[in-house]
């Protein structure tokens, strides 16, 4: 479904850097579809960097980025990520559901609102809105808080609400970078469970996180990384870093 095969990154000098900074160096991996990965390594390790080049929002220095997906027709899509036109990257990012660290909902609109947001810049009918949102707010757990603004959730539940318009278009792949930095340890494992059960109903899920405990718990596969290089990639790994 996703691989990454010898893919380098290089981000030239700037005022800020002197130095060109070498973000990623000769990465190749694969992931298989409906499969729970975690990317794990400190701050500045590369993990932002893949994600960034799985939605196009970065292009490889050199190397080569694929998803592949069976669409609505049933046909096998094969996307080479690296290659897309701008105006290719709509339709990628409709298959792929992001959940940042700092939730990224918006203030004046409620629950239901924020999830449904999603689909009005789609152009979604209302009658799809109002089939689809209820259905993914099920899925969160967040049916009676439908009504409510971000400001009268808690943490855990603003990131529900996150992964809930992240299922929204029901997409083949759930990334879910750094998803409890701003959550406290109960919340945290919360919303842990909430990818796995995700991952469990057939989705596959990349989970990035610099969390030692998350990552030493799951028992689930690894990819470590470190200063922009693979370190290792085990099938029930531990932070090795």
Do not use: C
């Not at 400001?151 to 992240?166: D, F, T």
């Amino acid at each position: 479904m996703i691989r990454f095969q010898g893919v380098n990154k290089i981000y030239p000098a700037n005022n800020f850097n002197p130095k060109p900074t070498e973000a990623l160096k000769d990465i190749s991996f694969e992931i298989n579809d409906k499969e729970f990965v975690l990317i794990a390594g400190r701050s500045g390790s590369g993990k932002t960097t893949i994600i960034k080049m799985l939605i196009g929002e970065e292009r490889p220095s050199s190397g080569r980025v694929f998803f592949s997906f069976i669409d609505e027709q049933k046909t096998i899509r094969n996307i080479e990520v690296n290659k897309l036109k701008k105006q290719d990257l709509p339709e990628l990012r409709r298959q792929i559901g992001v959940v940042f660290q700092d939730y990224k909902l918006l203030p004046r609109k409620t629950v239901f609102e924020n999830v449904a947001y999603a689909l009005e810049v789609v152009g979604a009918s209302d009658k799809q809105i109002k089939d689809e949102v209820p259905k993914a707010l099920k899925i969160v757990g967040l049916e009676s808080r439908s009504r409510h603004f971000p400001s009268e959730l808690s943490g855990g539940e603003k990131q529900r609400v996150a992964i809930a318009r992240a299922l929204i278009h029901r997409p083949k792949l759930i990334i879910a970078d750094e998803p409890t930095g701003n959550l406290d340890p109960y919340h945290t494992w919360d919303i842990i469970k909430l990818l796995l059960k995700i991952n469990e109903l057939g989705e596959t899920v990349i989970l990035a996180t610099h969390d030692q405990d998350i990552v030493n718990n799951l028992e689930k596969r690894v990819i470590s990384l470190e200063d922009g290089r693979l370190l290792g990639d085990a099938k029930k790994g531990k932070y090795i870093i």
